[in-house]
């Protein structure tokens, strides 16, 4: 009943966007919040026998508010690094009630509607199960985005994959894990935590890519942090053999975290995927370069392979000529597999970083990603 319900759901919320042309406005402010609704009230009365039975609820929740209101900080003092940019949904005081309303009735209808499916269908065999329900409560995420990802090009699906779909993907696995974890406060308390940061009325400007990895970092900060405080891992684990646990879940914990920063160029040290032959046999494509973040304290001369911008393109190539120009220094480059010098003087404005390192191969997959984002 209730897969052919939120099926149906889907169904509908697709015929009105794509056949009916109903706006996103009456979806977002009227249809969701009002399925959603409808949803929990019908569980809440197939389910009205059933009690939850979890234990350690409170102690969980507080450990759920403590990872999301660091992530909030984490989140909004990125801007520093990233800039920020106004939020479209801003729209003054009533328009922020509105939105505000809006998204606390959807994520309360549908949580509680999650929280007594898994009522309904129980906690046994909570990998097969937990499946389900994030399949099934991925569907009306999935006919919102399809009638999109039908009428963009091919590099706006990644885009739209990076900021809509992984972080709704994540959300739902999450929510998923603290519905038979945790119960129903800590969903609201995730749940309310990452919508409500989407109504800021200023936010950092992160790119699709940074979206992604962000709710990867918290969904999976949340959920090593939550398996720690597991009630039965007391009873079958040895003192040991939770001490080892905990060092190893808090090592990955830290070295992903570090990988993240690292990846997306908050450390002076970023990694670049070498995109074509130029630069060969030093640098083949598909290689991964380390670059430090340039600084005018720098010693660059000639033979140092840098990494700057032109016309918003990335280029890492040899230095092979300095020279001043109306009293401020430009470098002529050229890349080792190249028969002639680049076509342009490179300023000092131009610069990202010089070339330290290089790791094989493992940036293929972003010169494959590239080509066919590009096609």
Known sequence: MVLMSVVLWAAVVTALRTVVGVSPQFLLYVLQPLGALVLALGLRWVTRDKRDRLHRTNEKVGITASVMALWAIVYFL??????????????????MVLNVIAYVAFGVGIEYARH??????????PLLRGGVVVAVFMLPYIALVIPQLVAVSSASVIELIGTILIPVLVQNIVLTYLAYTAGLQSMLVYRMATDLLLLLPIAPRHDWYMVAMGSLLVGTILLLTLDRTRQDRSRVFHFRHRHINWVGESAFGLTLVGLVLFMTGVFSYHPIAIMSGSMSPIYNRGDMVVVQQYNPEMDIQRGTIVQYTVDGASITHRVV????????????????NNADNDPWQVTTDQLRG???????????PTVLLNEWMHR
């Open 321 to 336: 000529e300095i020279s001043t120009t109306q009293g401020k220094l430009v470098y002529t480059t050229k890349g080792d």
């Open 78 to 95: 990125s801007g520093l690094l990233f800039t920020y940019a106004h939020n479209p949904l801003w729209g003054g005081v009533w328009q």
């Open 116 to 125: 007594r499916f898994i009522l309904l269908i129980g906690r046994r065999q």
């Open 354 to 364: 010089v070339v330290r390192g290089r790791i094989p191969l493992i940036g293929y």
